[in-house]
Protein backbone atom coordinates (compact mmCIF):
# COMPACT_ATOMS: atom_id res chain seq x y z
CA UNK A 1 0.00 0.00 0.00
CA UNK A 2 1.30 3.49 -0.62
CA UNK A 3 -0.13 6.95 -0.34
CA UNK A 4 1.42 9.71 -2.23
CA UNK A 5 0.76 13.17 -0.96
CA UNK A 6 1.84 15.86 -2.86
CA UNK A 7 0.73 19.94 -3.54
CA UNK A 8 2.22 21.70 -0.70
CA UNK A 9 4.50 24.27 -1.05
CA UNK A 10 5.21 28.45 0.29
CA UNK A 11 1.98 30.68 0.31
CA UNK A 12 1.51 34.30 1.65
CA UNK A 13 -1.18 34.55 3.98
CA UNK A 14 -4.86 34.81 2.78
CA UNK A 15 -3.52 32.51 -0.09
CA UNK A 16 -4.75 28.95 -1.52
CA UNK A 17 -3.08 25.37 -1.88
CA UNK A 18 -4.53 22.09 -3.11
CA UNK A 19 -3.19 19.67 -1.47
CA UNK A 20 -3.61 15.41 -3.20
CA UNK A 21 -3.06 11.79 -2.14
CA UNK A 22 -2.77 9.02 -4.59
CA UNK A 23 -3.33 5.85 -3.76
CA UNK A 24 -2.07 2.36 -4.62
CA UNK A 25 -2.52 -1.05 -3.77
CA UNK A 26 -5.73 -0.77 -1.62
CA UNK A 27 -9.37 -0.63 -2.87
CA UNK A 28 -9.75 2.54 -2.57
CA UNK A 29 -13.27 3.94 -2.87
CA UNK A 30 -14.36 1.16 0.23
CA UNK A 31 -11.70 2.84 2.06
CA UNK A 32 -11.83 6.18 4.18
CA UNK A 33 -9.22 8.87 3.99
CA UNK A 34 -8.04 11.68 6.08
CA UNK A 35 -5.83 14.35 6.47
CA UNK A 36 -4.11 15.26 9.21
CA UNK A 37 -1.10 17.93 10.10
CA UNK A 38 1.54 18.32 12.37
CA UNK A 39 3.35 21.59 12.89
CA UNK A 40 7.27 21.04 14.98
CA UNK A 41 6.96 20.86 18.73
CA UNK A 42 2.99 19.75 18.02
CA UNK A 43 1.40 16.38 18.12
CA UNK A 44 -0.61 15.34 14.88
CA UNK A 45 -4.07 16.55 14.87
CA UNK A 46 -6.66 16.21 12.24
CA UNK A 47 -7.22 18.31 9.23
CA UNK A 48 -10.47 16.66 7.18
CA UNK A 49 -11.43 13.66 6.72
CA UNK A 50 -14.35 11.71 4.05
CA UNK A 51 -16.02 9.06 4.61
CA UNK A 52 -16.11 5.89 1.25
CA UNK A 53 -17.58 6.92 -1.19
CA UNK A 54 -17.80 10.72 -0.19
CA UNK A 55 -21.65 10.30 1.88
CA UNK A 56 -19.76 12.37 4.62
CA UNK A 57 -16.88 14.45 5.55
CA UNK A 58 -15.67 15.75 8.59
CA UNK A 59 -13.63 19.13 9.23
CA UNK A 60 -11.76 20.24 12.63
CA UNK A 61 -13.02 23.54 13.91
CA UNK A 62 -9.55 25.65 13.28
CA UNK A 63 -10.36 25.42 8.95
CA UNK A 64 -14.43 24.77 8.82
CA UNK A 65 -15.43 26.65 6.18
CA UNK A 66 -11.88 27.33 4.67
CA UNK A 67 -10.65 23.74 3.53
CA UNK A 68 -12.49 21.35 1.22
CA UNK A 69 -11.86 17.61 1.21
CA UNK A 70 -12.80 15.53 -1.69
CA UNK A 71 -12.14 12.43 -3.33
CA UNK A 72 -12.16 10.94 -6.46
CA UNK A 73 -12.55 7.18 -6.44
CA UNK A 74 -11.77 6.56 -10.66
CA UNK A 75 -8.05 8.35 -9.97
CA UNK A 76 -7.74 6.74 -6.70
CA UNK A 77 -6.91 10.31 -5.03
CA UNK A 78 -8.23 12.55 -2.43
CA UNK A 79 -7.98 16.15 -1.99
CA UNK A 80 -7.80 18.93 0.43
CA UNK A 81 -8.37 22.24 -1.26
CA UNK A 82 -7.01 24.96 1.48
CA UNK A 83 -8.49 28.10 0.88
CA UNK A 84 -7.87 31.37 3.61
CA UNK A 85 -4.60 30.23 4.73
CA UNK A 86 -3.05 31.55 8.17
CA UNK A 87 0.12 31.32 9.62
CA UNK A 88 -1.07 28.84 11.81
CA UNK A 89 -1.77 26.26 9.77
CA UNK A 90 1.85 25.87 8.76
CA UNK A 91 2.71 22.03 9.12
CA UNK A 92 3.23 18.75 7.28
CA UNK A 93 0.33 17.40 5.84
CA UNK A 94 -0.29 14.03 5.97
CA UNK A 95 -3.17 11.82 3.99
CA UNK A 96 -4.04 8.39 6.11
CA UNK A 97 -6.65 5.63 5.29
CA UNK A 98 -8.68 3.13 7.11
CA UNK A 99 -10.83 0.27 5.59
CA UNK A 100 -13.91 1.72 7.17
CA UNK A 101 -17.90 2.32 6.37
CA UNK A 102 -19.74 3.58 8.74
CA UNK A 103 -19.83 7.70 9.49
CA UNK A 104 -19.64 9.50 12.77
CA UNK A 105 -16.75 11.63 13.08
CA UNK A 106 -15.78 9.70 16.04
CA UNK A 107 -14.15 6.90 13.75
CA UNK A 108 -12.33 9.55 11.26
CA UNK A 109 -10.52 12.05 13.92
CA UNK A 110 -8.17 9.80 15.70
CA UNK A 111 -4.30 9.45 14.30
CA UNK A 112 -4.21 5.53 15.83
CA UNK A 113 -7.56 4.18 13.98
CA UNK A 114 -5.25 4.98 10.55
CA UNK A 115 -2.96 1.69 9.23
CA UNK A 116 -2.04 3.47 6.22
CA UNK A 117 0.67 7.05 5.83
CA UNK A 118 1.15 9.54 3.30
CA UNK A 119 4.94 10.50 4.02
CA UNK A 120 3.77 14.11 4.70
CA UNK A 121 4.00 17.41 2.44
CA UNK A 122 5.32 20.41 3.71
CA UNK A 123 2.74 23.38 4.15
CA UNK A 124 4.43 27.03 5.01
CA UNK A 125 2.01 30.17 5.28
CA UNK A 126 4.18 33.44 5.72
CA UNK A 127 2.23 36.56 7.62
Known amino acids: VQLQASGGGLVQAGGSLRLSCASRGLPFSGYGMGWFRQAPGKEREFVAA????????YYADSVQGRFIISRDDAKNTVYLQMNSLKPEDTAVYYCAAQNIKISGSYYYITPARYPYWGQGTQVTVSS
Open 50 to 57: ITWRGINS
